[in-house]
């Protein structure tokens, strides 16, 4: 959960940004200042986290985001704001070798990011340069 940002040069939450959802950290720009720079800078802490007992739920509602390099070498960010997963093929628990976890989940639609310009009902993806 997003806590009270502080940045020093946006530093009042009604004139300069909006937190839009704090559970998923995400925030809104309201003014830029002329000194404004990106990639912007703040300060923030993260909020009370949860345990889930592994095999207790079948399905596991959560939002995701994934940073990487696409096929075309191109830095890229993927947000899927909500999708709901769950545990995909066997994996053993115990052993000293790395252990493959495969997830298989669907996206699910979030109708307040319908009217959002950077969203559309179920995910976002930026290309960097």
Not at 1 to 21: G, I, K, Q, T
Not at 54 to 73: L, T
């Amino acid at each position: 959960m997003l806590r009270p940002l502080r940045c020093p040069r946006l530093s009042s939450l009604s004139s300069h940004y909006a937190v839009e959802d704090a559970t998923q950290g995400r925030i809104r720009l309201i003014a830029h200042p002329a000194a404004h720079v990106e990639p912007l800078k703040v300060d923030y802490s993260y909020g009370d986290s949860i345990n889930i007992r592994a095999f207790s739920r079948p399905n596991v509602e959560r939002g995701i985001i994934f940073d990487g390099v696409n096929g075309d070498g191109q830095k890229a960010r993927l947000i899927i704001p909500r999708a709901a997963l769950t545990l995909n093929g066997d994996f053993s628990w115990i052993g000293s070798e790395e252990v493959t976890l495969t997830l298989s989940g669907t996206a699910l639609y979030v109708s307040e990011l319908e009217s959002d310009d950077d969203y559309s009902g179920f995910a976002r993806v930026t290309l960097f340069d």
